[in-house]
């Protein structure tokens, strides 16, 4: 079971566990916008950085993360978590990677735009032709850079593993807004490098938490790699990706030092 890119209209990508968010059709892309009815849905929008005056960002591409050394590491909120609730616990870790990758495209002169994040209570939003409800898995919507996570799958399926496996279904939502903002989404990659890239930049993002994280935090992010894994002929579509690939790639995030370039796919 894994993440599924509906490549027409308005795409989603559903991260880790399970596949599908709808179908999609062509045509022109509909935004992520919540139906009238039900509870409302939370909503947060990570903001650009400032940049120097004078000095304009350019826009992000895949060279972008040829740019990104490391520039700075910022001081993570992980170990606050005690006391809030799921659904302020997302928005927190979803701020703090936010806030990160933003600094990071900003210290190499690029803007990466601002992601809005739902959390999914009991009204659905929309993603290109299907519906993203509070028991579907989170998803990534590429046509407004909206990240959602259904608050119920969030409590059912991923908060009992720890706040490390809800940390890196987290980061793994936002290294696809990366990869969207960098045109890697439209660049012909295929599923598998995708998820082994977004493996690698949630790395890249551990690492400047990794101080934050205990032995069982370790156990935690292992069972969600688990979990994201689609072999060849699998209920995702055959991506062919396979636990061990994506461990790979989340722990050459993690040992570059925070260097994203690490993880770019070889040049064809």
């Not at 703090?96 to 601002?114: V, Y």
């Not at 959602?148 to 890196?168: K, Y």
């Not at 636990?243 to 770019?264: E, P, W, Y």
Request: proline share 6%; glycine share 12%.
């Amino acid at each position: 079971m894994g993440r599924r890119f509906h490549g027409v209209g308005a795409a989603c990508l559903v991260a880790g566990l399970i596949a599908g968010c709808g179908s999609s059709s062509s045509g022109t892309s509909s935004t992520s916008t919540p139906t009238p009815r039900g509870a409302t849905t939370t909503a947060a929008t990570t903001t650009a950085a400032t940049t120097t005056a004078g000095t304009a960002p350019s826009t992000a591409t895949l060279a972008t993360l040829h740019r990104i050394t490391a520039h700075r590491r910022l001081q993570s909120r992980f170990k606050g978590l005690e006391g809030l609730d799921l659904s302020q616990k997302i928005q927190a870790l979803a701020a703090n990677a936010g806030a990160f990758w933003t600094s990071e495209f900003a210290a190499s002169q690029a803007q990466l735009p601002p992601a809005t994040v739902n959390v999914v209570d009991q009204t659905p939003l929309s993603c290109g032709a299907g519906q993203i409800t509070t028991t579907d898995p989170p998803a990534y919507c590429s046509s407004d850079g909206s990240i959602d996570f259904p608050l119920a799958f969030m409590q059912s399926s991923v908060a009992p593993i720890g706040d490390a496996a809800v940390a890196l279904v987290v980061s793994d939502l936002y290294g696809y807004h990366i990869e969207n903002a960098l045109g890697a989404l439209g660049a012909g990659y295929s599923p598998a490098t995708l998820q082994k890239l977004d493996s690698c930049l949630s790395g890249v993002y551990f690492y400047s938490i990794q101080g934050n994280l205990t032995t069982g935090d370790q156990a935690a992010v292992n069972t969600i790699l688990a979990e994201k894994a689609t072999p060849p002929g699998g209920a995702a579509g055959g991506a062919g990706v396979s636990a061990m690939n994506l461990t790979s790639a989340f722990n050459k995030g993690i040992l570059s030092q925070g260097r994203a370039q690490v993880c770019l796919p070889p040049k064809s």
